[in-house]
């Protein structure tokens, strides 16, 4: 018969030390990991909500429609004012300049009643609206590269502004996407009036609606506006959806964080079971009297399942403060980049899913210690500190259940379930291959001669001795390794890419809006100051993509239903440009160029990646609407390109009969030599403004920088994902030597009786974790170096450009750190002493 609960309870509690001795494993490892999963999803359902809540702030309304190269049409606006008050303005890359200095800028024109939700702050304090006049709210950047202060004057185009405040918080700025210049925003003629918007100039016209019925649609109202202007070129976007960016950015970090740290987490679960299998161990004599005063199987598991759940829980709900209190900590970082309140912030739904991953990894891998000591009588018990308890298969079913609730949890709540589930079969062929390398590695020290070196000898027998603890401590030290590895590799090929790529294939700048009537005169200035220089000009036009197909069968963008992946370019309007020759860095793959002096019918080059995912072929024809007028052409051929390098790359290249007479400008490129003055680039940038002040000039260096800002980002996830797994593999090393400890007790019990001293017991464990630890240091560089090509090449879409100097020699730093944890575990069997070791035996 059964205890029943409250007794059952009683003895368990009675047992539970107060500390928690013997079980401070498996808190430490549900700690982790819980603590890791609840920060993610806490901080990930904060950007999420307020992203979410701050929709109509972020867009600065409750629809936005923009459009390139133009502005309305008056039945565009009819049509918008039916939905409620429109606010306009235009977004374009300037100059600023002064006598003494010029400066790339964004420039942000705006209407009197912008910002229709939120408020522009200033840095003196103020909230204020649209800027008035020729006053301007200027980024304080902009203030230190134009060398001005508050009050004094500037100009941009032809007109002089007057420096009015400087801009701390503007609420829209996270919804304009990735900005290539400092921002100064002005009234909303101030653009014409600089000439900055002629026919042809690159510009965005911008028009946020806030609904005068404030339960209306935005999905539908979106719908509504392309059904009825089909060819317009619009750009809307709703206030559920005010940065899209940003929230694919957070998803996806999230789910690569969140998985990651699942994981961590499932890693340390074999530490949890080392943990488990120890502190049972410890209790055997408890066990097996139990069972000689008539307690059942059931009753077993009862009591000790009650003592590892209190455990579980307590980790648990430490994992979940932590991660609350350390969130605060991650908003911090990263308040400026995402919309995220400081201070504390508690989400229900991740904390619960933190703990019940958490919870069902203390179930999946306690179960089989567990079941183990329940099915086998008392005698066997008394006696497995020297013959190890053999496997209950049946455990193994309760593993299998847990592991497969984990995966089901994770496959369910994740927003890439593909995604999600190629993670998981990676995380198990890792553990499955690391636990083959552990069975290869005991049949081969079976196999190898015997050395005549006593300690080298003991160490060799001891990997593949009954109950070595050698697949624990396989899977233990080649997930730590391979953690280091990964980490190393994917930061050396990172900076690699940056260091060994960027600065041979990047322009010094980007020029826009240059007159093609004044090419020669743009030749000329710059070749003035720096005749040694590169300069690459193309014709540069927007244009959207209307219908493409057969001809006799042409498929309207307008009729999708969704957008085919790989398709971004039906997407709005895109830049469109034409050419005599193959672009540089370009190559065909199918067709052929036309001649330079083409006459014929219109012909367009396509890439071939957006031609795979829409079905095009050569002889296949594309209709696009430039400026509201349509036009087709013939697909000539089809081209690979580079997009990686940092120049002009075009995904439809026309040629010239195609589109040239449209209106449009050139956009150029501006290589300058490594040695190029300071002094003289001043130069060139005052006299490009003072020639060509409708033209804009963005520096390379201030992308880079902002670039290098997400990479640090990209790095920093990277490393606390490492920094998770190489802590989860520890826990598993130190779960796999608590596990064996009453063996290696008897083992250091035994030669110490037989005469050895503490340094030849301590170098036996030395050599014995040093040749696991040399081994998987190879599987390791495999394993961790194929997912950092992966992370790199497939994910980022970067080369694969390692410092294997590097990598390395982290991985030799790793490896002694693994060593030194492997022995500063078996330090307490030194303390055992022989006579009352030999009595418990």
Known sequence: MSLPLPTAWAIARRDLNARFRGLRLLLVCIFLGTAALAAIGTLTAAIENELASSGQELLGGDLEVEVWQRDLRPDEVKALSAYGTISSGYRMQAMANTPEAAAPIELKAVDAKWPMFGKLTLTDGRSVGAPSGKDAWVAATALERLGIKVGERFKVGTVTLRAAGVIKDEPDRLSEGFQLGPTIIVAEGIPAEAGLIAPGALYQSKHRIAFSNPSRDPEAVQEALTKRFPNAGFDIRTRDRASPGAERFVRQMSDFLTLVGLAALVIAGIGIAGGVSSYLDQRRASIATLKVLGATSSDIVRIYAMQIGVAALAGSLAGLAA????????????QGLLPVESGFIISPPALLLAASYGLLVAFA?????????????????????IVPLARDRRALLATGLGIAAICALALLTTAQPMLSGGFLLGAGGALALLAGIGWGIQALARRLPRPRNPLLRSALANIYRPGAPTGALVTALGFGLASFVL???????????????????????????????????????????????????????????????????????????????????LRGERGLTYSDHLPQGNRIVEGAWWSPLHRGEPQVSVDADFARAVGLKVGDYLTIGILGVERTARVANLREIDWESMGFNFALVFSRNAISDAPHNLSATIDLPDSADPAARGRLL????KEMPSASVIEVGGILVEARKLLEQVSLATLAAAAVTVLAGLAVLMGAIAAARAARTYDTVMLRVLGASRRQILLLQLAEYGLLAGVLALVALGLGGGLAWVIITQLFEFDWLPDWGEVLGVLGLGTALVLGFALAGSLPLLAAKPARALREL
């Open 686 to 689: 005052r006299a490009l403004v």
């Open 323 to 334: 991660g609350v209190l350390v969130t605060p900590l991650l908003a911090s970082a990263l």
């Open 365 to 385: 891998f306690a179960a089989a210690p567990l079941l183990r000591a329940r099915t086998y009588p008392a005698m066997a018990l008394m006696r497995s500190g």
């Open 487 to 569: 980490l190393a590799a994917v930061q050396s090929a990172i900076d690699g890419n940056i260091a060994r790529r960027v600065p041979k294939e990047a322009p010094d700048y980007f020029v826009l809006d240059v007159p093609v009537a004044k090419e020669p005169r743009f030749f000329e200035l710059i070749q003035t100051e720096f005749p040694k220089a590169g300069i690459r000009t193309v014709p540069t036009l927007r244009g959207a993509v209307l219908a493409y197909g057969p001809k006799d069968k042409l498929t309207r963008v307008a009729d999708l239903k969704e957008i085919p992946d790989g398709a971004w370019a």
